[in-house]
């Protein structure tokens, strides 16, 4: 069963919104202004009335104001200024001949569109949108990028206002500043807006909108610059959330071989996003799962399940949950690339989210193998650190072990009562035994079953299950089968 994220999407997101802000201010050092740089006697209703004024010095002077005002407090005044009334004046402004004051306006409307989304929506109600796009042709490169900052904090503000942005027109010219001579700070902020693009899956941006940023993040993600890289493969990451649909658009871009390296890049940053994205791609079909394990993809993970970040090794194990998920050619491949002894060491010694997605992995491989693939793994050692976490709070983790030792005992056969021994000697039986008064149902019958059924007296006595002496030891009885159905989870 091939698994997006629950709860572990909480935590994980958490890091992943570190990497790439949703919405930025632009500050300035404070400590390099003069005293006087920002008069603090002067009021915000002052500052307001100034800023419509005729006078041009007067009216630059007093948007500057507002726009440090906007930048320099760690709690700055962005409703005073809304109630005051600047938002009309600051997008009059912005249609303004003189290109310092089409700068600041657009820096303090950026600022007001960093705060909360009824902030943000403020800006946009008074009509900023459709002038930053204009802004984007302005001859002046500072004018060109702060228009790009500002349309950034209103796009990401989530959805509604991103696809309000797009069907306005900012892709195209967006993607137009992305040139091998462009300053290195202003491709840093398009690449931020890009991510932003990508953001979100409820819904999704528009395919059109995708179909046009995956050539650019095609070459975005070849440059040498960390921010840069790291914002690229966080859009991927977005992209190839939203379902098999979007999965395939970033697959067929070809993508996916220039992804696969960064697992093993001395960033860690770099290494945490192309997890995330690659994770997200074998989420989807068995073919698009393949194309990653044709990259070489599972040569990274010997490093990456011994990583010194734990948030690493988990999402490395989720990774291989939906791989032991595939078919049994991709269950074969992690055994081939000797990936089970790593599974189980995080199960044994990993955090308990970290064990938790071992448990997925193994008991995936149990409902996917074939039963040379499952004896290879009982042959690994997986059974005492499997029947261990039988004894854990968590509902979800006890019923997905138990689904995996039902499965290798159904597999078992002949050698179903040296398997049923294992399980007795390491602990296991008692805590099956145990579970049999639990208060979940599922949980309860599963274990009422296995007992019925594998420990038993009848069980004994039933000569079907009598157990053959082989020379090569663990066998499976190859006339044994398994049912296909998936988990089923309350």
């Known amino acids: 069963m091939r698994r997006r994220r629950n709860e572990v999407t909480i935590e994980l997101r958490k890091n992943k919104r570190e990497e ?242 960064l697992l093993s890049h001395k960033e860690v940053k770099v290494q945490t996003a192309a997890l995330r994205a690659v994770g997200n791609i074998v989420t989807g079909t068995d073919e698009q799962t393949q194309v990653v394990l044709n990259c070489d993809a599972l040569s990274h993970f010997p490093e990456l399940l011994s990583h010194s970040k734990e948030k690493i090794c988990k999402e490395a194990v989720w990774f291989l949950s939906n791989i032991t998920a595939g078919n049994q050619h991709q269950v074969q491949q992690v055994i081939d690339a000797n990936l089970l002894p790593h599974i189980i060491r995080n199960l044994v010694e990993g955090e308990f989210q970290t064990k938790k997605e071992a448990a997925w992995a193994l008991s995936n491989l149990t409902l996917s193998g074939n039963r040379d693939q499952v004896a290879t793994l009982i042959q690994e050692g997986v059974i005492p650190p499997f029947c261990d976490l039988l004894a854990c709070n968590d509902n979800q983790v006890i019923q997905v072990v138990l689904d995996g030792i039902n499965n290798m005992l159904r597999m078992a056969g002949p050698q179903v009562e040296g398997l049923a021994n294992m399980i007795e000697e390491c602990g296991g039986l008692d805590k099956i035994e145990a579970l049999q008064n639990h208060e979940n149902h599922d949980i309860y019958k599963l274990a009422f079953d296995i007992i019925e059924n594998y420990f038993s007296e009848d069980a004994e006595d039933d000569p079907n299950l009598m157990p053959q002496a082989t020379e090569t030891g663990f066998q499976f009885d190859p006339n044994t089968s398994i049912s296909s159905e998936g988990f089923k989870f309350e």
């Open 20 to 261: 790439t802000l949703q919405k930025r201010r632009n500050i300035f050092d404070i400590e390099s202004l003069e005293e006087d740089d920002i008069d603090k006697k002067i009021s915000v209703e002052e500052i307001v009335r100034n800023s419509a004024s005729s006078n041009p010095e007067i009216q630059l002077n007093a948007v500057q104001a507002a726009r440090k005002l906007l930048s320099s407090d760690r709690n700055p005044p962005i409703d005073d200024l809304i109630n005051a009334g600047i938002l009309p004046i600051l997008v009059n402004c912005l249609c303004s001949e003189n290109p310092t004051l089409q700068f600041e306006a657009t820096w303090a409307l950026t600022n007001i569109a960093s705060g909360s989304s009824r902030q943000t929506k403020a800006v946009v109600d008074a009509q900023a949108v459709p002038l930053f796009l204009q802004l984007l042709l302005s001859p002046h490169q500072n004018v060109c990028e702060q228009a790009v900052w500002a349309l950034g904090n209103v796009i990401g503000d989530g959805p509604d206002l991103r696809d309000y942005v797009i069907n306005l027109g900012v892709v195209g010219p967006l993607l137009t500043f992305i040139k091998p001579n462009i300053p290195i700070s202003f491709l840093r902020n398009i690449t931020w807006v890009i991510v932003n693009l990508c953001r979100s899956k409820d819904p999704p941006p528009p395919s059109q909108t995708i179909s046009e940023i995956l050539p650019a993040l095609n070459v975005l993600i070849h440059h040498s610059d960390i921010n840069i890289l790291v914002d690229t493969v966080w859009a991927i990451s977005y992209l190839t959330d939203g379902g098999n649909d979007q999965i395939q658009m970033v697959v067929d871009s070809g993508i996916v071989s220039k992804l696969i390296p």
